[in-house]
Structures are given as structure tokens and as C-alpha cells.
């Protein structure tokens, strides 16, 4: 799946780099979603809902069909919807490839649990309404880009059909859409300050360090194995997964940044416990 060699510049991507990055925006994960026993309201539990959900999507927008088809079968008590699984609560913010690496065990259909009640306030951010994805979406591609060029110049000289057509590429995974527009938010390796990388633990916090493309004072580029040493509290024992897939160590940080990150410009790195 991994090249083993690799473009100094990313935009001389080859034939197959430009597959891999095709196929990480068409990648989709079956999901079950089945209502909380707590949640019934009436004497037969409805049959689970079954959807094919882009790994790239997020939640929220992916199951908005999925909660008038619960509705009926709930109790009058409506404290909105949320989900869970194996008892985890499943940050909504957080795209869905992601949730999936850290708790679906790599089963298949993933079976998440659809809740209505007694939200878990202390460990789930609210979902307000698809504008406040879309604004946390726009945040994290800022915040991406800022890293990258130390200041917003990219993303602020989009126009504002262009940065609406972004979400729309991804809330309706339109590969072309969006790559159509992405070209002018990237950068050649030594033109990028900083790599906007996200390592993710098993309870979902996210961990970055400012991380450069290239070794310090050397043409050297940085290895999927030079990032791990830099979060030893928490990469002793577990396996990076991108994608659903441990690439090989000696892969290239710039080139898993550009061909595997996330819309939003970021890289996501789970960090599991290796089996």
C-alpha cells in the first residue's frame, strides 16, 4: 500500500500516490447502529440501522437520517442524540476513520450504540447543528495551515465559495471538489514550517508537537520512527495506525502529511496497543 520511495517534492506525486490518496478519501466503514436499551419506549426494539459511513466524514452528519428513524421508539425525554461504544462515549469532532481505529477492534460492521438521554456533559462537547461542525471543520483547517506557513494567508485567500465547497467535499465526499481546491492550501517540503500531525491516545486526547519535515540542520527527512520517541508516555507498546493501517516505520512524515492527511489538513495517528 506504502510507497518505499518516496517524492522529495509533493507535488510530483506519482500515479500511485495520487491512488492512495483516492483511496483514503473513498474508504468507507459499515456501521450498525443500534438504539440504548435505556432509551426504549416501546414493547420491540426497532432493527438496527445499517450505513456505509466515509471514513473522512464525521458522525453527526453521516446519522442525521438515523435519528428520525430512532424517534419513534424513544421515550418523550429528548437530550440529544449521542453515541457510544463499548460503553465510550464517541466524540463527534473527531472524524470517523479515527473513532473507528481507536475503538472498533477492527470489527466489522462497527456496532455504536445510539443514545437520547442523559448526555455525558462531562465528556462530550454538544452537537449543535451542522454550521458548528462546518465552523470546527474551518477552525482545524486554520489552525493545519497555520502550522504549515506560520500564518492563515492560504486559507484567508479562499474565496468564500471556495471554503463552502471544502465542507461540501466532505460532508458529500466529493474527491474532485476538493481537490480542485486543496492544490492552493499545499506546500513543497521546504516551504512548510511545521507538519500539522495529531497523535491520538486511547481515550481521545490529542497530542501534537511541532514537528519539521526535514532533521534538524540536515536533508534528512523525518520517519514515522523519529515522530515516536517524542511521546514516550504514551507510544511504549502501541502501534501507529493510519488509515486503519500500520505503515512502515521508515515512511516519510512530509509524504504520509501530504497523501494520508484528514480534509481538515491534519495527519491523525492513533497510537493502539499492538496485539
Partial sequence: FFLREFPICMEKSSALDTEIQRSVWNAVIPIELKLAPDDLATPVAPDPYYL?????????VVTSVAESYFMESVASMFDGMWFKC???PLKWHLPIGVLYDMYGEG???WSIEVNFQNFPEKQLQRWENEAALKSHFMNNLKEA????DKNNAAINSLSKDDQSNLWESVKNQEYKKFWDIYPMLSKGID???FLPIRVVTGNATLMMRPVSAKKPESDELMLLSDLLPLFPQVSEGCQPIVHGITPPLDTPLAWLAYHCAHP???LYIVLAKSS
Wanted: positive net charge; charged residues 20%.
Fill in 52 to 60: 456505509l459511513a466515509p471514513r473522512i466524514g464525521y458522525l453527526p
Fill in 145 to 148: 495551515n497555520h502550522l504549515k
Fill in 107 to 109: 470489527k466489522l460492521p
Fill in 264 to 266: 481538515d489538513n491534519f
Fill in 191 to 193: 516551504a512548510v514550517k
Fill in 86 to 88: 463499548n460503553n465510550i
